[in-house]
């Protein structure tokens, strides 16, 4: 049984459609791939330049926001008519606000690299429990901590750390206007890459995500708590220093059933 010219010409005439075909779609993935750098590099430049003037707003307010707030302590010492007292707590209230924004905003804008050193995390995620136990004794959340005993030291900067375990947990505290449970977890594990991690948990029984919300939760700006005075920023923050520090954050939730935000951070 031997090969007809015919068939080897055939296979010839395949072989080439199909090269041909790899070529165009070689072609395609170039421009697809250009096309996602010139977009990367558009993002870039765009937070760049959102980075300066966050910078610079932050620092015309900062000043004018400490006179108002002197004013206002000299009249809570001057003043003891009650209802002038409330107004100027209301006012100081607000002032600590905006405080917060321009805290929040020159932290975005600044480039800050983080100082690594040998961490122990369960101290970190306790010290910053601590810190907020006011806020979760006032709305009656109960703290659940499930923090691995065995937990390796990561190479870590201990207060940029604090500043997410802070503002997740102060975001779960939001969440739950009429009290509930926040879950801590931390345990050893791998990722998908079979590296070595630490994979923190910050769960709450709140309100939860809704799918629109939760695809743009890590943008600047992009806040669901814009009448209560938020930013936006948070978690834009949280999630720049875990990628400084190497790891990654996700968030797991469903409108009514809570929110979970899974940290993982590599050790060696």
Known sequence: MGIHMNDIDKTKEQLINELSELRKQYVELKKA????????LIQS???S?????????AHEIKNPLSIILQGIE??????????VVDILAMMKDA????????KDLLTFSR????????????????????LVDHIFSLKQINIVGKLSDD?????????????????LFTNAAEAMREGGTVTVTADISENFNKEKIVRIAVADSGCGISEEDKQRVFDPF???KRKSGGTGLGLSVVKGIIEKHRGSIRIESEPGKGTNVIIELPYS
């Open 33 to 40: 791939s250009a096309a996602l750098e010139r977009a990367r």
């Open 45 to 47: 430049q765009t937070m």
């Open 49 to 57: 330049s959102l980075g300066v003037l966050s910078a610079g707003v």
């Open 74 to 83: 000299l009249m809570e010492v001057s003043s003891s008519k009650e209802g």
């Open 95 to 102: 002032v600590f606000r905006a405080s917060r924004i321009t």
């Open 111 to 130: 480039e800050n690299t983080p100082t690594l050193k040998e961490t122990d995390l369960a101290q970190v995620i306790n010290e910053s429990l601590s």
């Open 151 to 167: 937990l390796p030291r990561v190479r870590a900067d201990s207060n940029q750390m604090k500043q997410v375990f802070i503002n």
């Open 222 to 224: 992009y806040t669901t």
